[in-house]
């Protein structure tokens, strides 16, 4: 029954801004994140953040450019990507987990959203 759907994906120019939007229906989870696979490169993740206390965590690629958020009463979670890059098109995921942290194992995912960044 646990559904997650991401929106707000498109095609923008390099520098540009995006937002992008995952609600969690069914339940709600310990922590949600955001991963990212590029043309011919394997899943990677890009943020996450801890629904208990707000920590988040970053991938060197997107600190400070990218930013995620929660709204609890939504059960939705945000990636703020600002500056986007060409290196930044991938189709991106939301995903959720039981754990927190780095080392949380992420088990429901998004149908996932396409990104495309034209320099």
């Known amino acids: 029954q646990v559904q997650l759907v991401e929106s707000g994906g498109g095609l923008v120019q390099a520098g540009d801004s995006l937002r992008l939007s995952c609600a969690a229906s069914?339940?709600?989870?310990?922590?949600m994140g955001w991963f990212r696979q590029a043309p011919g490169k394997e899943r990677a993740f890009a943020a996450a953040i801890s629904w208990r206390d707000g920590s988040t965590y970053y991938a060197d690629s997107v600190k400070g450019r990218f930013t995620i958020s929660r709204d609890n009463a939504k059960n939705t979670v945000y990636l703020q990507m600002n500056g986007l890059k060409s290196e930044d098109t991938a189709v991106y995921y939301c995903?959720?987990?039981?754990?927190?942290?780095?080392?949380?194992?992420?088990?429901?995912w998004g149908q996932g959203t396409q990104v495309t960044v034209s320099s």
């Open positions: 995903a959720a987990s039981e754990e927190y942290g780095l080392g949380a194992r992420y088990h429901y």
């Open positions: 069914g339940r709600t989870f310990s922590s």
